[in-house]
C-alpha cells in the first residue's frame, strides 16, 4: 500500500459524458502528479500540482482539467469524453517536487 | 529535461543477475537518477535513486560512472515476479516527472 489513495477504482461511462476522479495523496505530501495510461501504453504526464498550485502541464486535453484542494487532495476532471480516453489513470504524491513518488492504484476508466 | 534511452525489451532466466543501462547524455548538474518498476495494470513504484557512483538498498543496485551520462541497474538473482517495465528517469526539483517507454523485462523459468 503506497499511502496514495484513489477513488473510484473502476468507472464505466458514456461518450460525451463528464467525470471526476480524485486522488488523496500520501500524509504530509505536497506535490500530486497525474499520468494517463491506455492499454499497453506509456506513462503520459498530465499536469502536477504542488501546495494547491499548478506547476507543470503535460500533455493535458483541454476537456481535461484538474485541481488540488486546501486540504492537497487533488481531483481530475474529464468532460466530453471520448472512446479514446479509455485508460487506467494514475496519481502519484510525493513529498517535495519530484523526490521519491508514490502511486495509486489507479482508476480504470472506460468510455461506451 | 534530460532525455533518456534504455532499451525497449531485456530477457532472462530465474536466478540470473539483470543489468539495464540507461543513456542520459544531457543530465544536469542538479539531476538525480531514479528508476521504477511497473507490473501491468498497476502504478509504478519507486526501486532506487542516485546521484553518483554506487547506492545498494535490498531491492537493487544502481552504478553511475563519474561522467554520469550513463547508470545501470542492477537486479541481483531475478525471479519470475521481477517481470514487469523498468523506467529511468532523470529528474530534478523543478523539472516535470516524465517518464519513457522504459524496458520490459521478461523472466523465464
Known amino acids: 500500500d503506497s499511502g496514495v489513495t484513489q477513488t473510484p477504482k473502476h468507472l464505466i461511462t458514456a461518450t460525451g459524458q463528464r467525470v471526476t476522479l480524485r486522488c488523496s495523496p500520501r500524509?504530509?505530501?505536497?506535490?500530486v502528479y497525474w499520468y494517463q495510461q491506455s492499454l499497453d501504453q506509456g506513462l503520459q504526464f498530465l499536469i502536477q500540482y504542488y501546495n494547491g498550485e499548478e506547476r507543470a502541464k503535460g500533455n493535458i486535453l483541454e476537456r481535461f482539467s484538474a485541481q488540488q484542494f486546501p486540504d492537497l487532495h487533488s481531483e481530475l476532471n474529464l468532460s466530453s469524453l471520448e472512446l479514446g480516453d479509455s485508460a487506467l489513470y494514475f496519481c502519484a504524491s510525493s513529498v517535495l517536487k519530484n523526490t521519491e513518488a508514490f502511486f495509486g492504484q489507479g482508476t480504470r476508466l472506460t468510455v461506451v | 529535461l534530460a532525455k533518456t534511452t534504455q532499451p525497449i525489451s531485456m530477457d532472462s532466466y530465474e536466478g540470473q543477475e539483470v543489468n539495464i543501462t540507461c543513456s542520459h547524455n544531457?543530465?544536469?548538474?542538479?539531476?538525480?537518477i531514479t528508476w521504477y518498476q511497473q507490473f501491468p495494470s498497476q502504478g509504478p513504484r519507486f526501486i532506487i535513486q542516485?546521484?553518483?557512483t554506487k547506492v545498494t538498498n535490498e531491492v537493487a543496485s544502481l552504478f553511475i560512472p563519474a561522467d554520469r551520462k550513463s547508470s545501470t541497474l542492477s537486479l541481483p538473482r531475478v525471479s519470475l515476479s521481477d517481470t514487469a517495465v523498468y523506467y529511468c528517469?532523470?529528474?530534478?526539483?523543478?523539472?516535470?516527472?516524465?517518464f519513457g517507454t522504459g524496458t520490459r523485462l521478461q523472466v523465464f523459468p
Open positions: 542516485g546521484y553518483k
Open positions: 500524509s504530509g505530501d505536497l506535490s
Open positions: 544531457n543530465i544536469a548538474t542538479n539531476d538525480y
Open positions: 528517469l532523470v529528474v530534478n526539483n523543478t523539472d516535470k516527472l516524465i
